[in-house]
């Protein structure tokens, strides 16, 4: 079982910045691809970034290429969401969520889920 816990969410103003952060309680949390999704109101979930178990496996959502980075801490079972050049349209619920090895974009290919973070982009 996987508990995770984003935090870093909040209100920017447009071509701000904001860290996310995903702490894992997994022991074997090195195991683990671990992904962002975002979800505004009224629409479904989309796919943002998506890191593997080491970290040399990245992918991005083209909306946020060149803006946002994913990393990851594995000695703190954390991964960040580095975001750059917030825009209003970034504005939704951020979700991390994990799975074993192998990166995926869809949210069904995932098993487990945090609660969310807010993030508000506007002036």
């Known amino acids: 079982q996987v508990q995770l816990v984003e935090s870093g969410g909040g209100l920017v103003q447009p071509g701000g910045s904001l860290r996310l952060s995903c702490a894992a309680s997994?022991?074997?949390?090195?195991?683990?691809?671990v992904a962002w999704f975002r979800q505004a109101p009224g629409k479904e979930r989309r796919f943002v970034a998506t890191i593997n178990w080491n970290g040399e496996n990245l992918f991005y959502a083209d909306s946020v290429k060149g803006r946002f980075t994913i990393s990851r801490n594995n000695t703190k079972n954390t991964v960040y969401l580095q975001m750059n050049s917030l825009k209003p349209e970034d504005t939704a619920v951020y979700y991390c969520?994990?799975?074993?090895?192998?990166?995926?974009?869809?949210?069904?290919?995932?098993?487990?889920w945090g609660q969310g973070t807010q993030v508000t982009v506007s002036s």
């Open positions: 997994a022991r074997t949390f090195s195991n683990y691809a």
């Open positions: 969520a994990a799975r074993l090895f192998t990166i995926r974009v869809v949210p069904t290919e995932f098993d487990y």
